[in-house]
């Protein structure tokens, strides 16, 4: 039996065995009220039962092998219990018992832990449990909501606090399984996705992530999801983790976490989303309405002010808000009061007020042109408040005229939807959704999906596992490579190299740097002819501008006197250079960027660029890819970036040669993916002009 059918097994068993003392009561109550219908027993050395259900003193005394076992005892009882399971043909353990490897003495308990469990998958340690409330199994160490769906979304977390979050929301999130993982010991977010893609109930999945690993198959699940039409939505937490590298170089602090995980969703093609309000209305978006088409959206309200503050935050989020053509105005015109004219955002104002009937002319009219999806903003009254059935009748006549189209009411506030208006909407084909913020930017991410998903490969979305280690333990062989002098990069020690250095190895690489000279101080310099850079060599010094490190424009009389002048600086310092590097100054540039290439671990390479020199300190303007990249992706981020317009002739100033700079780019991503021992590779900058691209600065890192 494969993991994959271990873990469906888990999900849906037909025996189940729960381990722990009076304390498990509660959960044992919920699994009941979630209909749990097969076999029930409780392991318990000093009870008769436990909520119902007999109790056996021990693993050994159970009358059958569990499908799932769920593990609520102390730490030090887990690893034997484990072993027993193991031995019996338990399907897998939930073990919900912490004390492993999240605690500084626990990491040792949880390697025993997963060597006792041989074949058997064991979810967690520290983890709250798992649901299939599709099949009525809920085996979780809390009260997470009461979901019947028939389908919806799957929610994989690492912990409990975020499954309780959605669980117990009162917005009719349609939840179909809740998984917490904990510490991932042995089952990982990867092994999750796969198995529960195989239930055509699931219709989207949401994943909460506090760390990412086993990215090998987790793209292999992103793929799998992206052929079967499966949105996925994701949201990583421990997002400020990035200024804990913030010292290291620009690429590190600017590429960290967060960056590295929204460039791993947007190759796989997944919805991200910071909060898990806006997760839940993303998930109800695309689970009771098609999936838009495109972002071309019609915005109805009955409030010039939501239109106002509605259609800022809608544009804002990347619906594209048209306003009706020439041949459909004159309809709606003659279907509105006589106060208000055709828009969009169109405001119907007090025809809000009218029965259905009267309203459906506005409506059916303002339908007639090609919007992708439909948009209605407003805000029920709360339930002892005014007659809702002003909103009923609008609300329904949107659902009469939008025909097959997607289509959403967004009420301004979150906590005042009723739920009977809401299960009404989506018997309707209408996703209700709360909160005008996380309303509108769920119908903008359903929007963009859909108008991208048509684009996915699921082919170029699998990584391979960073590791390159051979079965066998060990570093796989690598045919020898040349380097310099016949040198290997795997053959130098780790740390940095020298600006020099690093310039010399990407030169012989192919990449296009300027002429240089070395030097150890200002006498005895060899004939010069051209205007030149001067940097000092100070080993573990990043950036030598602030330092008074660099020196440019020298001519070549001059270089004498600005070295002399540049160790003073330094002395003063106390920093002493081990000799200085003259560099050809480059003509004529049009602008700089930043090129960033850093190895991640567990997930590999990724590529950082930006407009180079301080802009990238001062804008914060990047864009982080997963390499391998197309060259298609790189352009396209490249583009993307705010200050892009400089280096493509803005108003009228020279272009850069985009090839030049796409050629180095793609040349400095293939000298690493060549060079695991590369910990990082930062050129800023990239010197760009209408001819060449030309590394003006580099920083090489090696694995220590």
């Not at 917005?171 to 917490?180: E, F, L, V």
């Not at 997607?406 to 209700?432: C, K």
Request: proline fraction near 7%; include cysteine; charge should be negative.
């Amino acid at each position: 039996m494969t993991k994959a059918d271990r873990l469906k097994r888990m999900l849906n068993p037909a025996r189940v065995a729960w381990f722990g003392g009076g304390g498990i009561a509660p959960a044992i109550d919920y699994m009941k009220a979630n209909g749990f219908a097969g076999e029930a027993i409780a392991v318990n050395p000093k009870r008769a039962e436990i909520a119902g259900l007999p109790c056996v003193p021990s693993a050994a005394d159970l009358p059958w092998a569990p499908d799932v076992a769920v593990l609520v005892i102390p730490k030090e009882a887990v690893i034997e219990t484990v072993r027993a399971l193991s031995e019996q043909g338990c399907g897998g353990v939930v073990c919900i018992t912490s004390g492993f490897s999240e605690s500084a003495d626990g990491v040792a308990r949880q390697t025993e832990m997963i060597e006792a469990a041989g074949e058997m998958p064991v979810i967690g340690p520290n983890c709250p449990g798992i649901a299939n409330f599709l099949d009525g199994n809920a085996f979780m160490m809390d009260h997470f909501g009461n979901h019947s769906p028939g389908k919806g979304v799957a929610v994989i977390s690492n912990g409990g606090a975020y499954l309780s979050d959605l669980g117990c929301a009162d917005r009719s999130q349609p939840i179909a399984y809740m998984i917490g993982l904990g510490n991932q010991a042995m089952v990982s977010v990867a092994d999750m996705l796969d198995a529960v893609l195989d239930d055509a109930r699931v219709t989207a999945v949401n994943v909460y992530f506090e760390g990412i690993a086993d990215v090998g198959k987790l793209s292999q699940a992103a793929a799998k999801a992206a052929g079967k039409g499966i949105p996925v939505v994701a949201i990583k937490g421990g997002r400020s983790e990035a200024g804990t590298r913030a010292a290291q170089s620009h690429t590190a602090s600017l590429s960290g976490d967060a960056a590295v995980a929204s460039a791993l969703f947007r190759r796989f093609g997944w919805i991200e989303v910071t909060t898990p309000s806006e997760a839940i209305e993303t998930v109800k978006m695309l689970n009771f309405t098609p999936i838009p088409k495109g972002l071309k959206t019609g915005f109805i309200t009955s409030s010039g002010s939501y239109a106002v503050l509605g259609g800022d935050i809608a544009e804002k989020a990347g619906l594209q808000m048209v306003p009706p053509s020439a041949e459909v105005a004159p309809a709606i015109d003659a279907a509105l009061p006589a106060y208000v004219g055709p828009a969009n955002p169109l405001d119907i104002s007090d025809a809000h007020g009218w029965p259905q009937g009267d309203q459906l002319p506005i409506y059916q009219a303002f339908a007639q042109d090609d919007y992708d999806l439909f948009a209605q903003v407003m805000c029920y009254p709360p339930e002892s408040g005014w007659d809702m059935s002003t909103w009923d009748a609008t609300t329904g006549a949107l659902a009469e005229a939008k025909g097959n189209r997607p289509a959403a009411f967004v009420n301004t506030l979150a906590e005042a939807l009723p739920r009977e208006a809401r299960d009404r909407m989506i018997a309707s084909g209408m996703a209700p959704l709360q909160g005008i913020e996380d309303g509108l930017r769920a119908v903008a991410h359903a929007a963009r999906y859909g108008k991208s998903r048509v684009d996915l490969n699921p082919e170029v979305m699998i990584l391979n596992a960073e590791s390159s280690a051979r079965p066998g333990g060990g570093e796989a062989q690598r045919p020898p490579r040349g380097g310099r002098a016949g040198r290997c990069l795997a053959d130098l020690p780790g740390g940095t190299l020298s600006e020099a250095e690093a310039k010399l190895w990407l030169a012989e690489a192919g990449l296009d740097v300027p002429r240089q000279w070395l030097v150890h101080g200002p006498g005895g310099l060899p004939e010069i002819p051209c205007t030149c850079a001067v940097k000092a060599i100070v080993p573990g010094l990043l950036h030598k501008t602030e330092a008074g490190a660099v020196a440019l424009n020298i001519a070549p009389e001059d270089l004498s006197a600005a070295i002399s002048a540049m160790a003073e600086r330094l002395a003063e310092q106390n920093l002493e250079a081990e000799g200085f590097l003259i560099e050809e100054m480059i003509q004529d540039p049009v602008g700089e960027l930043l090129v960033g290439i850093r190895h991640v671990p567990g997930i590999g390479l990724t590529l950082t660029l930006a407009i180079g020199g301080i802009a990238v300190e001062l804008m914060q303007d990047t864009a982080t890819l997963i390499l391998p990249a197309p060259r298609a992706d790189i352009e396209a981020a490249l583009r993307g970036l705010k200050l892009a317009p400089l280096i493509l002739g803005y108003r009228g100033r020279p272009a850069a040669d985009l090839a030049a700079a796409l050629n180095a780019i793609e040349a400095l991503c293939a000298f690493a993916a060549e060079h695991p021992e590369i910990a990082e590779l930062e050129v800023n900058p990239l010197l760009l002009t209408q001819t060449r691209a030309v590394i003006a600065d580099a920083v090489l890192t090696l694995k220590g």
